[in-house]
């Protein structure tokens, strides 16, 4: 009984083992990406892709240049950053301002417990923020900035006495600021009605 031949080699063997086809000319006629054609003039002069060194010191320095540029503008845009965020902060107070007020005319002038914890609590946020100005904006305190958050510390101190004084007239609405004569003079009498009502079941 005769021996079979062998298989063929699958076709990867085949084209693992077979040299790469020249290109063709249609395929020269391909144009090169932009950047990578085989001849660049750059700054009058011809550059070769047979010699990259010139091409390689072009690119180098383009990037220097760019670095440059970029080191250049931002600290600038940083500053810019800072102060903007930093505005942000001293203008938060003011957002608190229609809340606050809703709820202090909302809870009545009477002494409850409800009414005293709220102006506590109102008198309690501006007094911490006036005691931690400068902490507030010290991450965004540079050299360049410091001239310029001078104003943002200003508008934020005035928004932080709006949230006090709002404090203060809830006090004041309640009665406990003396604020009349019977508070200061001693013979200063209580008024006594004309007339008094009283509940009565028929």
Known sequence: MSALPPPPPPQWVVALNSPMPRPSKAANSI???PGFTSSNTRGGKQVSLHNPTEMHHDTDRHQRQQQDKQ???RPEETD?????KAWEIAMAPSKQLPMQAIMMYMSGNTLQIFSIMMVLMLFKGP???LINTNAAFAKYETPTTKARLVGVKAVYVLMQLLLFALGVWKVNGMGLLPTTRSDWL???SER???ERAFFAFK
């Open 71 to 73: 080191q250049a503008t």
């Open 80 to 84: 810019t950053l800072k102060l903007k």
């Open 31 to 33: 144009p090169d990406p």
């Open 186 to 188: 001693a013979w200063e």
């Open 127 to 129: 007094i911490q923020g």
């Open 192 to 194: 006594q009605p004309l």
